[in-house]
């Protein structure tokens, strides 16, 4: 059986080489043959979203009443992934036969993450039929238009402190023959948030278990599904980031979980940092420190068969996306544009005076100035209530702990409620410096002293500190 098996391995291998270079070869060649077209004409992608929303308009006598249906379908539809979750949750801990027979068909991965991509849809349709949200959305997608004539990046525009990563995205809707537009790079969005989404769920269910994964990216598609504010929905220059973050927790949650397996993931985190470098540079350091915890954790388990391979292939994977950038600019002769346009511009960005301490009150401030991020930190707040109350109730030998972990949480509510603004700001302020220094002052004793051994539960503290 088991030659069997190897042997069906080897024919996947032959066929699923060949098949995948045939679609990238087919993708290449419908970028380049593509001539992109005006915004709202009919090669794009808002006039079909248009009619879909006017047919649903008609469907009602009165405007505001289709919109009241809208409503309602939106939140029906942000309800699905929080019963299907909590569901399989509760089925799964059941002892009860039928109750796990229901947990296996409900809790089928399709239909979660299909209610999920419907969410983030239905939720988020509204802002695909906007207008210009923010100029840099404007500029990203003229840039995205003439790299179809000159595909060379720094050859051919200047995105200031967005670079080629976060551009050539905006392309990719034209394999599917949509040229791009406003509706095509919200809808970029979307699919980036829930790849985000899935590899957080994958990362956590590596760590921990798969109900809890479920629950774990709740909160993360409830807020990104219920933003309104023009500066979260549009096509950011953070949003292919953070699925390069994205992708770098998971894989430094695999290095956790397989430390002895470690050449593909280092390399992978080193082509990931160097993707990062060429999204928006201030990506790359975070990137850059998941990283470094998994060669930490590589060599603190003594898995790392020579001193230097690790790092090796950390550095192999960061090297070629820089090499290919030389090259394209020395050869067309931008190698100085590219230093001025980029690495210069990032540098004057970065060098913009700010003072952490002094800013982050009014960082929180901007935060919950927005209802979509109260909803997010309520939803936080709740499943953490409610992790910590089932962990008091299994376990009474840490009744003391519980409840003062629990005595805090309604100590930081009450304040949230009594206090007028100004004084709940600073609490809010003085408790973010707090967490960060006991949370730092924990993993640099626990480090220091070796006590948290190969534990990866550990090192991914480390990885979310990060």
């Not at 595909?151 to 670079?163: A, L, Y």
């Given at each position: 059986m088991s030659g069997q098996g190897g042997e069906g391995e080897r024919n996947f291998h032959l066929i699923h080489w060949p098949v995948s270079a045939l679609v990238a070869a087919f993708c290449v060649y419908?970028?380049?043959?593509?001539?992109?077209?005006?915004?709202?004409?009919?090669?794009?992608?808002?006039?079909?979203?248009?009619?879909?929303?006017?047919?649903?308009?008609?469907?009602?006598?009165?405007?505001e009443d289709a919109f009241d249906a809208w409503y309602t379908i939106c939140v029906v539809a942000l309800l699905a992934p929080v019963v299907l979750a909590v569901l399989h949750y509760g089925y799964r801990q059941s002892k009860v036969k039928l109750a796990r027979r229901v947990a296996q068909v409900l809790g089928s991965r399709w239909i979660f993450w299909g209610s999920i991509a419907g969410c983030l849809v239905l939720c988020r349709y509204p802002t695909l039929l906007e207008n210009e949200l923010n100029p840099?959305?404007?500029?990203?997608?003229?840039?995205?238009?003439?790299?179809?004539?000159?595909?060379?990046?720094?050859?051919?525009?200047d995105c200031g402190t967005s670079g080629p990563i976060n551009i050539y995205p905006l392309m990719l809707p034209a394999i599917l023959g949509f040229s791009p537009d406003f509706a095509s790079s919200r809808t970029m969005v979307l699919v980036i948030v829930w790849l985000s989404a899935f590899l957080l769920y994958r990362s956590v269910e590596l760590i921990a278990s798969e109900e809890l994964a479920r629950i774990a990216v709740l909160p993360f598609i409830g807020a990104f599904a219920v933003f309104r504010d023009p500066e979260l929905v549009h096509y950011s220059s953070e949003h292919v980031p953070l699925l390069l973050i994205s992708l770098g927790l998971y894989v430094s949650v695999r290095v956790l979980r397989h430390p002895a397996k470690y050449r593909v993931p280092m390399f992978l985190l080193g082509l990931l940092t160097s993707a990062a470098f060429f999204a928006k540079m201030q990506s790359a350091p975070v990137v850059a420190g998941l990283a470094a915890v998994s060669l930490g954790y590589v060599y603190a388990g003594g898995h790392a068969d020579k001193r230097w391979h690790p790092v090796l292939m950390f550095?192999?994977?960061?090297?070629?996306?820089?090499?290919?950038?030389?090259?394209?600019?020395?050869?067309?002769?931008?190698?100085s544009d590219f230093w001025m346009s980029y690495i210069g511009a990032n540098t004057s960005y970065g060098a913009a005076e700010s003072r952490f301490v002094t800013n982050l009150q009014g960082f929180i401030?901007?935060?919950?100035?927005s209802t979509?991020?109260?909803?997010?930190?309520?939803?936080?707040?709740?499943?953490?209530v409610a992790r910590l109350a089932g962990s008091m109730r299994r376990r009474t030998t840490d009744e003391h702990s519980a409840l003062a972990q629990l005595a805090v949480v309604a100590t930081v509510i009450a304040a949230a409620?009594?206090?007028?603004?100004?004084?709940?700001?600073?609490?809010y302020a003085f408790l973010g410096l707090l967490v960060i220094s006991l949370v730092s002052a924990y993993l640099v004793v626990l480090f220091s002293t070796g006590s948290s051994g190969d534990d990866p539960v550990r090192w991914f503290g480390l990885l979310a500190l990060v």
């Amino acid at each position: 059986m088991s030659g069997q098996g190897g042997e069906g391995e080897r024919n996947f291998h032959l066929i699923h080489w060949p098949v995948s270079a045939l679609v990238a070869a087919f993708c290449v060649y419908r970028l380049a043959v593509f001539t992109p077209q005006p915004l709202d004409s009919p090669g794009t992608l808002r006039p079909i979203l248009y009619r879909f929303f006017i047919w649903f308009l008609g469907l009602y006598g009165d405007r505001e009443d289709a919109f009241d249906a809208w409503y309602t379908i939106c939140v029906v539809a942000l309800l699905a992934p929080v019963v299907l979750a909590v569901l399989h949750y509760g089925y799964r801990q059941s002892k009860v036969k039928l109750a796990r027979r229901v947990a296996q068909v409900l809790g089928s991965r399709w239909i979660f993450w299909g209610s999920i991509a419907g969410c983030l849809v239905l939720c988020r349709y509204p802002t695909l039929l906007e207008n210009e949200l923010n100029p840099d959305e404007g500029q990203f997608l003229a840039s995205a238009h003439k790299l179809f004539y000159d595909p060379n990046f720094f050859h051919s525009v200047d995105c200031g402190t967005s670079g080629p990563i976060n551009i050539y995205p905006l392309m990719l809707p034209a394999i599917l023959g949509f040229s791009p537009d406003f509706a095509s790079s919200r809808t970029m969005v979307l699919v980036i948030v829930w790849l985000s989404a899935f590899l957080l769920y994958r990362s956590v269910e590596l760590i921990a278990s798969e109900e809890l994964a479920r629950i774990a990216v709740l909160p993360f598609i409830g807020a990104f599904a219920v933003f309104r504010d023009p500066e979260l929905v549009h096509y950011s220059s953070e949003h292919v980031p953070l699925l390069l973050i994205s992708l770098g927790l998971y894989v430094s949650v695999r290095v956790l979980r397989h430390p002895a397996k470690y050449r593909v993931p280092m390399f992978l985190l080193g082509l990931l940092t160097s993707a990062a470098f060429f999204a928006k540079m201030q990506s790359a350091p975070v990137v850059a420190g998941l990283a470094a915890v998994s060669l930490g954790y590589v060599y603190a388990g003594g898995h790392a068969d020579k001193r230097w391979h690790p790092v090796l292939m950390f550095v192999s994977g960061a090297i070629p996306l820089l090499l290919i950038n030389a090259a394209l600019c020395v050869a067309a002769g931008v190698w100085s544009d590219f230093w001025m346009s980029y690495i210069g511009a990032n540098t004057s960005y970065g060098a913009a005076e700010s003072r952490f301490v002094t800013n982050l009150q009014g960082f929180i401030e901007f935060l919950l100035a927005s209802t979509e991020f109260q909803f997010f930190l309520f939803t936080v707040l709740a499943i953490g209530v409610a992790r910590l109350a089932g962990s008091m109730r299994r376990r009474t030998t840490d009744e003391h702990s519980a409840l003062a972990q629990l005595a805090v949480v309604a100590t930081v509510i009450a304040a949230a409620i009594v206090l007028p603004p100004l004084d709940r700001l600073t609490i809010y302020a003085f408790l973010g410096l707090l967490v960060i220094s006991l949370v730092s002052a924990y993993l640099v004793v626990l480090f220091s002293t070796g006590s948290s051994g190969d534990d990866p539960v550990r090192w991914f503290g480390l990885l979310a500190l990060v």
